[in-house]
């Protein structure tokens, strides 16, 4: 009985041998050296190639080294049927919340207006608004949505998030669906996107999104490079509808070197960095949700495929 790991990088064997010493009941194996095909019973995967989960045959469940699962779905060949589980935790939820308070708090203390006038040697202050007249809009209010906003509540900024279906989180104005949408980016001074990639999300980050938010609105996207339009998104910063992005997810990851993000004087571009799952905590997280499953017990990170996230 094996399991196969695929982690693009560096580090997967770092993976392979913590995933071996959780597991060891389990040849835990490399995705480039799986062993015999019919003997993989779980693959814990971060981007499969197309057609790749296919190859096992006896598959009883594909692990998602990810909050996200769109990676896997992705795959036009994706045996229908095989579990998906995804990788969430506290581990991950902290770090999302350290990058989204961060980057709220870099452009809500003019961060960049800051370093701009230290180049040219200039002294330039000015007066804040406080938090709490700071509007903040969080796209998606799952796992790392809602513990975002929770968090920028207590920092004391002014707060709503926007979900699929309605929602009630303390010191939140919380907006759903289609009807609550263009009220809830009215107010959106600086838009956080934690939306899952789907049909629904996809493009979501268009020119006729961002001429919804008020004029000079901030846009932090750590979700999935494809909710944005690149085109429109460009356009908006040049006409200064956006005033400045921060962008941890691209369509092509790596960012290839002559991508207009990389120079463009209002982008901050991280190499989707925002919450890394690595094999210590992650590792524990997927361990115990495979036990659970092996045992038939409730896996609260088993995918509801019918949702689609
Ligand atoms: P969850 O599945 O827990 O939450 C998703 C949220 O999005 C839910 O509130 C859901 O609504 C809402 N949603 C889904 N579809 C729609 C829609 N069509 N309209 C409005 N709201 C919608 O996801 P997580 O919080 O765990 O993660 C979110 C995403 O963050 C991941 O899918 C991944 O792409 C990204 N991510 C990025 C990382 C990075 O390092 N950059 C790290 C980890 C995750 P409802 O509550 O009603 O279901
Ligand atoms: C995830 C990610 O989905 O790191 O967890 O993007």
Known sequence: MSLVIRVLGARSEWWREHMQSLLPEFECRLWEDPGPLEAVEYAIVWRPPAGGLKQFPNLKAIVSIGAGIDHILADPELPRGVPIIRTTGSDLTERMREYVCLHVLRFHRRLPEHEEAQSLHEWRPGINPPASERKVGIMGLGNLGADAARTLAMIGFDVAGWSRGEKTIEGVATYAGEAGFDAFLARSEILVCLLPLTEATRGILDAALFAKLP?????????????????????????????????????????????????????????????????????????????????????PDLVDLSKGY
């Open 215 to 299: 004029k000079g609105a901030f846009l932090i996207n750590c979700a999935r490079g494809q909710h944005v339009v690149d085109a429109d998104l460009l356009a908006a910063l040049d006409s200064g509808q956006i005033a400045g992005a921060t962008l941890d997810v691209f369509h092509q990851e790596p960012l290839p070197a002559d991508n207009p993000f990389w120079s463009h004087p209002k982008v901050l571009v991280t190499p989707h960095v925002a919450s890394l799952i690595d094999p210590v905590t992650g590792g524990k997280m997927i361990a115990a949700n495979l036990r659970r499953f092996i045992a038939g017990q409730d896996v």
